[in-house]
């Protein structure tokens, strides 16, 4: 399905309160989300179609990403301890503008096998902070942006876009088919109710009815 039209679209926006589908927010634009055949999945913000693509684009496991959240902290801050206390060394160019050394740099690197801790790639790597300005690691700029696009309740969020990804389609489909059909069948009664006008005319009317609809077809 390349597009949808205005009636099909005003139907997917009702079914979701004119909300972001995934964030749940009152946005004033909204834009059709489609999997990788074309097929609708619903109407997501600007920002949600962002993440969507992040997530799609490196196919993340759901685990990896919520231990960071959940235990990433905890796992950064006994590695940073343990490196200040071996190497109480000033701040260095490297990393001074995390408030961190450059042994605790190198240490959490070297505790995260020089990936990114959440996609696992070897990629130039940046210092994450939580809302609290607590280090939870280092990840690749795609892995950044998209724990700030997923917001604070990342759990939350995640469950949503694992079930748009799965049930998308089938949902938007159910409302998209629902609304044709009623559309098929407005077109069948105003067909109906057109010939049955027509058979109550006088003959002499129907003829010429007839003869206008000959004349107007291209030969």
């Not at 801790?117 to 950044?144: S, T, Y």
């Not at 069948?185 to 003869?211: F, G, M, N, T, Y």
Request: proline share 3%.
């Amino acid at each position: 399905m390349i597009g949808l039209s205005e009636e099909l679209t005003a139907a997917l926006l009702a079914t979701q309160d004119y909300k972001c589908q995934l964030c749940q927010r009152d946005e004033l634009t909204l834009a059709r989300d489609f999997d990788s055949t074309g097929a609708t999945r619903g109407m997501l913000c600007q920002r949600c179609k962002t993440m969507l693509g992040l997530i799609e684009t490196k196919k993340y496991e759901w685990p990896s990403l919520l231990h960071f959240v959940e235990q990433g902290e905890e796992h950064a801050k006994a590695i940073l301890q343990q490196a200040k206390l071996d190497n109480p060394i000033s701040p260095s160019l490297k990393a001074r503008w995390h408030s961190l050394t450059e042994a605790q740099f190198d240490a959490l690197l070297a505790s995260q096998g020089n990936r990114c801790a959440i996609c696992f790639l070897f990629r130039r790597l940046g210092v994450n902070k939580d809302k609290n300005g607590h280090v939870r690691g280092l990840l690749c700029r795609g892995c950044n942006i998209l724990l700030g696009l997923l917001s604070q309740d990342i759990v939350g969020m995640l469950d949503r876009v694992d079930y748009h990804l799965i049930y998308g389609v089938r949902d938007a489909r159910s409302v998209l088919d629902h609304v044709l059909f009623r559309r098929k069948e407005q077109l069948i009664c105003e067909r109906a109710a057109q010939e049955e006008s027509i058979h109550e005319r006088p003959p002499w009317e129907v003829w010429s009815l007839k003869d206008e609809a000959e004349d107007s077809t291209p030969h």
